[in-house]
């Protein structure tokens, strides 16, 4: 699944957080609970494709605090979620880290002169990691990324929260 796709499936996704789980004695998210977290992720994650001409307007709005604190905060402090299942709650928080956090994360790292990391450089422009990892441009990228602490930590755990999601 494409990195971009990924964002527009979580800023839609308030269907999917209200499943009818109970088929599976799984309690559902209400539904105000779905709403809420819907429009907390649409204040901070646009459904547009992210570009190179977009890119800083985005990661702004992304790494503002008011955002910041919405990923890095529970959801059941949320209006509307403070009653529901905390597993069900921590399941959520996790997709939205993995499925959210994790590719902005990626796609918004700078080097430490400001400049783009190369592999999100790479991801933006060309929709995804490559399915061929010996691919010349590719692995530019990976070798030009390693050489900044800055963002090689959010490349390398993008990349593995990507891997555990294929497994």
Request: glycine fraction near 2%; proline fraction near 4%.
């Amino acid at each position: 699944m494409k990195l971009s796709a990924l964002v527009t499936l979580v800023a839609t996704s308030s269907a999917v957080f209200a499943l009818p789980f109970e088929k599976n004695n799984i309690p559902s998210i209400s539904s105000d609970c779905a709403s809420a977290i819907k429009s907390k992720i649409s204040e901070c994650v646009t459904s547009e494709k992210i570009t190179l001409s977009n890119l800083d307007s985005i990661c702004s709005a992304y790494k503002s605090d008011k955002c910041q604190s919405f990923f890095n905060s529970s959801i059941s402090s949320i209006d509307g979620c403070g009653s529901e299942e905390s597993i069900i709650l921590t399941a959520v928080e996790k997709y939205i880290k993995l499925k959210v956090a994790s590719v902005l994360n990626l796609k918004c790292a700078k080097d430490e002169d400001g400049n783009i990391c190369p592999i999100s450089n790479y991801v933006i422009q060309n929709g995804d990691v490559p399915s061929d990892s010996t691919d010349p441009s590719w692995q530019q990228a990976v070798n030009d990324t390693c050489k900044s602490k800055l963002v090689l930590t959010p490349s390398l755990t993008t990349l593995i929260l990507q891997l555990i999601i294929m497994v």
